[in-house]
């Protein structure tokens, strides 16, 4: 498999994983813990769910063929707190990952060197690419901690547990 081709699979395989792992925290957190914030200049489980599904709707939506910034998008809404239900925001969310693998899958291995534009700025197709995989990363770990926070002692871990570092790792690439 050529380059372009096995960035193109590790980024999808990537985007998966962060996507997994915030469903997986999650669902960890009883209905009030989504709205819940840890202080005045906090952001809720939630905020940061409708954050991320207006970011993909916005970025992903004609990825190769309009900016990035959709003019309907209202940012600042995002952080404004709405009494969303638990199936509302996922509704949102899944929206949002379903446009970004959409694009991802579309892309051919021959567009990666093509450019796009973002808020009015140009960059190259993986630039972009691994623009957003950092910001969502950012914010899915964002999702964890709090997820772990407002879970509590019911918290299960996503990765390896205290103690098992000698275990065989569990992380299967593709």
């Not at 769910?49 to 809404?77: C, I, Q, Y």
């Not at 991802?104 to 197709?125: K, M, Q, Y």
């Amino acid at each position: 498999m050529e380059v372009a081709a096995q960035f193109l699979a590790a980024a999808r395989d990537e985007f998966r994983r962060l996507k997994r792992q915030a469903e997986k925290a999650l669902a960890q957190v009883d209905d009030d813990a989504l709205h819940s914030v840890l202080g005045p200049e906090s952001n809720s489980l939630a905020i940061i769910v409708r954050h991320l599904a207006g970011n993909m709707r916005s970025r992903w939506t004609d990825f190769l063929t309009t900016d990035g910034e959709k003019p309907d998008r209202n940012r600042d809404g995002e952080f404004e707190t709405t009494p969303q239900t638990r199936h509302e925001l996922l509704a949102e969310w899944e929206d949002g990952w379903a446009r970004l693998f959409s694009a991802l899958e579309a892309l051919r291995p021959a567009e990666l060197s093509s450019d796009v534009t973002i808020r009015g700025e140009t960059l190259s197709v993986i630039d972009a690419i691994a623009r957003q995989h950092t910001h969502y990363g950012v914010h899915v770990g964002q999702i964890v901690l709090l997820a772990k926070h407002f879970a509590g002692e019911r918290w299960k871990t996503l990765s390896i547990a205290r103690g098992q570092s000698a275990s065989p790792a569990p992380y299967k690439p593709r």
